[in-house]
């Protein structure tokens, strides 16, 4: 059965999470940074409910021989995977900020594949309890939110080597019925608003490094769990003002959180991994591939529309949108739109089977990583250009409460206006000021992964012995 | 009948077209530069019985109800298409150069769709014509290459107002036979070493312009052509050296010429349009849209691999390709290559049946847009880091034939040597001369169509409205 | 006599401007973010005090035969104006933002060139009021800001074809004792913090439009005037935080406003131009000059040293600094730092006396205009540096204020160190964040004029026709 | 006494160096190429008679107490620096090709400041050697080229691990005398036109490497001395046609040779550098320098002049260049060139006396790199843009001589006209074939060191530790 938007608000009351933000403890339905992660959510449970999105927002599941929402699907083909793609263009496109269920959807198709092999090689049962797991989150149609990135300490020094231990997350103990986990995870998207929260270890792990070797599922708000808000000039923008005057009025920013593990127990059954080192660098292996392709690539063509639109919206506001230079711009940000989306469509039809014999699918990695490199840079330019044509408005404008001020209204009225009125002009501003001046960029550049980690794939991708075969035969020189 | 390369080479000695070259006249088999074409051809015909290029290089049609060479082919499906772009790789991976059949099987494609179209929009029997001239090159396995580009005269005026018509192609003289065609096409690759050329208008055409709204097939060297040739540096390298000295020793760089047509008569059942001005703008729009995708796209991804090829393994004869700056250049490389070869693909299996009910397919055409500028762009990058990497030998080097010289080659070998001996350093960094300080980067920018006719491709196929229209929901302003 | 900090923030009580900011009035001196361009102008008064930066901040002065504020100087020699540059640099490196009476000080260089060759052709005494005014700013060692840009309204029509006059600041009417003027400036720097300034028309002005052509001085708060001041997430951020868990604690962002001129009265002494259009073009292009090498050059390099220094900071925290990758992206941010350093020491270097006779220093414009280009788009490389070291952290680090918190402290302190402590790494998080996630991007981009104007210059100070004669000259062309 | 042109060629007839080229031994003034360099040489001696160029060319020199020419010149000021920077951009200008002399004065300008240093230090004479050398050179007005760069074999070893120790020059034999050395200098350019070569060594030196911490100076053709010349399809071109007919008639490409020393005797008083390993560091970072402000910056302004004249012509020639994105290109093409003029000018004015107390002046580091930078990465958008505006014609182009074919004259001239005559298009866009479709992208990239060695360099230069301690202060952390 699946949720309307309402009902999944309705079902977040039953949880009291434990987060921080801008120094205070604050209640999840009631602080308004908060809430923007409740309407993102909110609003992509309904768009898996409207008609005209049935087809890639939902998908039937032979887990449950019912229809879920695709966040939820293990992609089962080809075209499963275009259609995930799409659902990422789809809801960045709607929402203008984060899908907080895409890590999760990511995350639950790495898992599938692992425990089918580990299953396979090892004799456990991982994947059977993955399978309950799973058909859990698809009856109830849940959130479920992805957790990666560890906080790191030492960059130089690996997992067990570091002074504190709790820098990566780690089993502290392991009980008759559970296992005992400490560490934390930063940049963490979401979790606050999940029913559900997935977490997996950061990186490839090393014999001898078997504590830090765990995944794991865990409800939001369990025993143990804290999480610390980001806070940036946004977060106190909202605390100030109507959500009406701000650059994205109901969906705001990408809210993440550091999400500390105080000794939180986690019983077997919601244990996928734990201590099967072998196994960590296949996991966010093809966490990353899928990742790079949805959120690297698919998800921020989305924003490139949205930037666009708003960008040929203001230049016809100032009736500029004919002049050839500002016709060259908006070009180049097509460009580099349509490449990342050809990169991403390309990652998908040309996905395949992984693990040969799972019948799960994993996106082309290649085209994914050049998805992701393609936006990571690009979107600079789309800044850049937004920025351009934004013109000092999109830095300098004042609030649009003036408009509603008798004393300064009329002026605000007379002098932004051009060949639109102030009041349209001003919101496309803040549109332009929220993408162009604010976190996307380095958001964009870090998310799915710094783009130095997708050029490290690429090279080791790259099948450099054929092409050096190719230039040896152009060259006439023997193997 | 496919036939060999061998075969093709004898077939075309009853041909002796009239060519120029440096101000001489030449014979197609006996000049070094003009058989640079004739033996890319025949490797090309010879790929097609290779088992294991079948599945790329041929096709069953069922035109002949037998397989064919995939460069006579019409596409089918989404699948085909994919397969087009697939030859279009190969053929430059082992090549090196030009697959001077590429713009032929192109034009066949636009024709094949707008000859359908006149025939059911204006009761002609162009596309009976058309499928007669087909058959007869499938049977024959008949290499067709393409001409495309007027002189242009004058820029700012059309074709009716130049001051010479000549500059335009165009009809002289209607018959009851056929028509005399005038004017000449320049930058043609090809079509002194093909049996057919398929010659279509380089725009589209308005009323009043009937004259140089017309599309034919014309036999090679006949009455009337003259094909005055490109001269080039390297054109002078190989009269003066043994092939095994050159940059690419068999197949050369990519030939052209100036095909002047000089009243040459064309039986009717060789014209297939005459006249009707509002289809030469479909018809190179169409013929774009795969030259895009397969010139543009996937066809300068196979220049790549071999460019990469040749400088890694430069990087590895001098012992330097772990140094970090190394690696991160070759993966540069590597995105470029990739992130092109990713919009091919997708153009191909996005591609969609065009005219609708033809059963002709053609790619998508703002991914294959996306293909060219990309490559476009990348290429100059491309030669850059080939340059970067092959060091001051790509353009310093001295001739291979002191390599024999028993005043030299002692001094040769001795202070060209690194971690691979002097010989094989030389030979690879004459590899890397020729793309990164030759032709290919002007030539790659302006083949399919320079930069600018994309952009302004891009610009028409973005649906701005869509992207204004979600910037305007988030802004929350009403429609 | 030279004020300090403090005598100038005395100096302020007696002004009482009528700003507004987020829809309500505001105080000047006890508004956050006013306040802010208060410290910033009261630290380059006490910068001149400075015993180590007088040769660059003050200057012999033959007007009051003293010492004063070299922003308040009129150029003499190349050595003023590389002078002058350097007083850019090094405020933008203390404030890390504007130097609020930059634009004024190129506004005076302007007039000062414009009104000496209006005198000499015109017969008028501009120049006399010219010097008093200057001379009464330097006796009393007053902070000026300037005023250039108007809203412009319908960007296709001229200044007297719009339909509300009011879009451009203009001449309402004369008096016998000055005149009153209408209108309005956006994007204005400063000018609530300076004692007085100055107002140019925002470009050049063609016969029949006398009534816009119109420079003056006006003192801070006469009557008729409103500041509307522009509102970010960074004026709500500052409204709601300690300075000190801001980005910049104590100069913040770039304030500005947009300057309402609602009738007000200038008397004569402080008009500099009143009608004569055909020295419009010549004043905004000498200003153009000197402020494309100033802000768009000199300035920026000092924010670059700032964002450089916090990456190579943030790199170490962390304790990545030694790897390849993190060095080559420091050294990129230090090539376009310093290639427009270079370009602004050759504008001032190669500057000459403009106009011809009159003493007065202009820098050389094509080196001005690169200056410009090379940081605009440079800034948004280093934003892209800045944030790919920055990491993850730039984005989503949690407010400072939760290391004071009992219940998250802890946490924070134990999962944001790394090689060194949480708290130093969110202080530097937080100057990245302001830098490569905040207004600067765009700011930059359109400070002193965006590219395309500056492009335009180039264009046109580019003497094609000697390239065109050196090309000539090689090819063997006759001319 | 200056000599002219004619003067200098008739100088050369009693030197007989023994070249190879293509395979074969060549006389210095019969091959055409060989020629190039000979006539490149005697402008440059006509250049310094002409009134105009006077100033630029020749300089007094004290040493002589006569002028002379500007290449034979150690500089004694920031002003001499800039002219000697003006010098390359003049000939450049005029050549199209390298000042051969080049490198032979940026070594004089190290070597002088090298050895006053040991002098003063070790107690040595070198200096006075080297003034008498200087003399010698100023007073005979000779031509006087540089060796730089070994072959350097295996990359990851020392000069003294090396297998073969002559790859790099080195001492062989000590005597009474003089010394003898072995080895070979690659990519050298123009010792086969100079009187005189002096010779350092590639990098700095450790102890134990003091055979191969040797400088010297050697004239034309010494006993034992090869040049294998360099091999392209350039050098083909010329020997086959009428240099009229090539892209750069009188003066060609830069011309190079791999220089052999096999057992070369130079005798003690032209030797100013033997075994002092510790000075060879700062005797390449000199010549560094300065030669990355001249060649790395002047001397490719200069080319970038012809070719934005060149694209300028060809564009006008067809009629095409008042188009938006063609004025767009240019005007890029022009920030290219002034951004790196910019630095190159800022490099000499910023200039200082180094060693402190020698008189001799270099010019600023971090500016020359900048130069150098801009240039590398500029040139590939110089040639972009040239190719893009060239069109097919830079790749396509027939043969000049067909214009004189009767056959085919009349067919070129009537279809490679546009808005000016087929002759004149063809002989312009031969001009940018050889600059888009050539070895100057790789060559300028590698000239003056690699760009990689910049960046190093770079890194080195810039004050990490001021710009911390800005952005510490900024922060408000305590240092």
């Not at 949720?3 to 801008?22: D, H, T, V």
């Not at 425990?115 to 959130?143: I, S």
Request: charged share 25%.
């Amino acid at each position: 059965m699946l949720m309307s938007g309402a009902q999944y608000m309705e079902s977040m009351k039953k949880y009291n999470p434990r987060i921080f933000l801008g120094g205070q403890q604050v209640k999840l339905l009631e602080n308004p940074t908060t809430m923007t992660v409740i309407r993102a959510n909110a609003a992509v449970y309904d768009l898996a409910l409207e008609q005209q999105h049935k087809d890639v927002m939902t998908v039937y599941s032979d887990y449950t021989d019912a229809v879920v929402n695709r966040n939820l699907h293990i992609a089962r083909s080809a075209a499963d995977l275009e259609k995930r793609a799409e659902m990422a263009l789809l809801t960045s496109q709607v929402l203008g900020t984060c899908n907080y269920r895409c890590v999760g959807a990511d995350i639950l198709n790495a898992i599938a594949g692992v425990t089918w092999e580990m299953d396979r090689e090892l004799g456990t049962d991982y994947h059977q309890r993955f399978t309950k797991h799973l058909k859990y989150l698809q009856e109830n149609d849940l959130a479920c939110s992805g957790a990666v990135t560890d906080p790191k300490g030492d960059r130089l020094k690996r997992p067990g080597q570091q002074e504190d231990p709790d820098v990566y997350v780690h089993i502290k103990e392991k009980r008759a019925d559970g296992i005992v986990v400490r560490g934390a995870k930063v940049s963490q998207s979401g979790a606050i608003g999940a029913h559900e929260t997935m977490v997996i270890p950061t990186m490839g792990m090393k014999p001898g490094e078997e504590d830090f070797a765990v995944a794991f599922a865990v409800p939001n708000g369990a025993e143990g769990i804290t999480y610390i808000s980001q806070y940036t000039p946004f977060t106190a923008e909202r605390e100030l003002n109507d959500p009406k005057y701000l650059g994205n009025p109901q969906y705001g920013q990408r809210e993440t959180c550091i999400m500390v593990f105080d000794d939180v127990f986690i019983p077997w059954e919601k244990v996928f991994l734990c201590g099967e080192t072998k196994y960590c660098g296949k996991l966010i292996a093809r966490f990353a591939k899928t990742h790079r392709m949805n959120c690297g690539g698919a998800c921020k063509v989305g924003f490139a529309d949205i930037i666009i639109g708003a960008t040929q919206l203001m230049a016809e506001y100032s009736g500029v949108h004919k002049a050839p230079h500002i016709v060259d711009k908006i070009t180049d940000m097509v460009r580099i739109c349509e490449t990342a989306r050809a990169c991403s469509v390309a990652a998908a039809l040309k996905g395949r089977e992984e693990p040969v014999g799972s019948g799960f699918y994993q996106p082309d990695d290649v085209f994914g990583n050049a998805a992701k490199l393609t936006v990571a840079e690009g979107f600079w330019d789309l800044m850049k250009w937004a920025g351009d044509i934004g013109g000092g408005m999109a830095v300098t404008m004042p609030s649009e409460k003036e408009l509603d001020n008798p004393e300064t209204g009329e002026y605000v009225r007379k002098f932004m206006k051009a060949s639109a009125p102030a009041e349209a002009r001003l919101r496309i501003g803040k549109v332009i000021q929220n993408w162009c001046a604010g976190l996307h960029g380095a958001g964009t550049w870090h998310g799915a992964g710094s783009p130095m980690a997708q050029k490290m794939a690429l090279y080791h991708l790259a099948n450099l012995d054929e092409k050096k075969a190719l230039a040896k035969k152009i060259a006439g020189l023997e193997e």
